[in-house]
């Protein structure tokens, strides 16, 4: 599908059709009826809520934070936040204390965080550890690897992540000029995948601790005018070194780029690096 394809109002009709915001409504009656701006209800706060997928006809599971003080008119900013494997659409948003939703509050954005059709979807990145950057064996042995039916749920990933987004920023009349993307983990993996994908969507990225990139085909050219904010933790074995060789790489091709190691594993480094990714959105509104 075209990158032209996805965007415009159009979508909630052509490819999913939200359910209303408590969740209730059954999947059946939504199909019957497309929602209308007198139907919707554009809550503020905490939110779980789930839309039709049109695709494949399931109801997706998506959380929503929209800031408490909005006042129902101006255009906010909005992050898609793309979840690690293991985890879910609601699991970033309650770690740490809610770190997410306050500084989502505090700075005034619309969080969504999909689920990603499945689990392990991985938003359309087929790379998994150990092919992390400068891995570029491992990559092509996996790619090489993929079956049809992992292709189709890779494609699938990819489109509901953007369809959850869509779904969103019709609704709350998000600014699509200042529409962010970040992930942590397989998150992360996403994230380099969609930059690539649809480079004109994204005001600024922020891939955290997963740098899922096939050097040798990563179309590295497409996301060159993307301010990029990158961060690991000294702890990640897993994936710190190809974060340090990646970050080498991008400062010498000269990317708009910014690169940052905490002194946190792979999982406590998420809510370490938040405060400082949100700097950077608010650097690049």
């Not at 929209?66 to 609601?90: M, Q």
């Not at 550890?129 to 042995?141: D, I, K, N, Y």
């Not at 702890?235 to 946190?264: H, I």
């Amino acid at each position: 599908m075209s990158k032209r394809s996805l965007r415009g109002p159009g979508l909630l009709l052509c490819l999913a059709i939200a359910l209303g915001a408590t969740g209730t409504a059954t999947a059946q009656a939504a199909a019957q009826v497309a929602p209308t701006p007198s139907m919707v209800a554009r809550a503020t706060g905490d939110q779980q809520r789930q839309y039709l997928f049109a695709p494949t006809g399931q109801p997706m599971p998506y959380r929503l934070y929209v800031p408490k003080t909005w006042d129902g008119r101006s255009a906010l900013p909005i992050v898609l936040f793309l979840h690690g494997a293991g985890a879910n659409e609601r699991t970033y948003l309650d770690i740490a204390d809610g770190m997410l939703r306050n500084l989502a509050e505090k700075h005034g954005y619309i969080i969504v965080s999909p689920l990603g059709f499945a689990p392990l979807g991985a938003y359309g990145n087929p790379l998994r550890l150990p092919a992390v950057f400068g891995e570029s064996t491992v990559a092509e042995s996996q790619i090489a690897a993929l079956t049809p039916q992992k292709r189709r749920e890779l494609a699938l990933s990819e489109l509901e992540v953007i369809t959850a987004l869509e779904v969103v920023t019709e609704e709350y009349g998000a600014d699509r000029s200042r529409t962010y993307l970040a992930g942590h983990s397989m998150g992360s993996g996403g994230v380099w995948h969609l930059a690539a994908r649809y480079p004109d969507r994204w005001r600024a990225i922020a891939p955290m601790s997963g740098p899922f990139v096939e050097a040798k085909t990563y179309p590295f050219e497409l996301i060159r005018p993307l301010p990029i904010f990158m961060t690991e933790g000294t702890g990640a074995t897993p994936s710190l070194a190809g974060s340090r060789a990646m970050a080498m790489f991008m400062r010498e091709q000269k990317f708009d780029f910014q690169y940052v190691e905490v002194d946190g594993n792979h999982g406590s480094m998420v809510p370490m690096v938040w405060p400082a990714v949100f700097d950077f959105f608010d650097a690049h509104r």
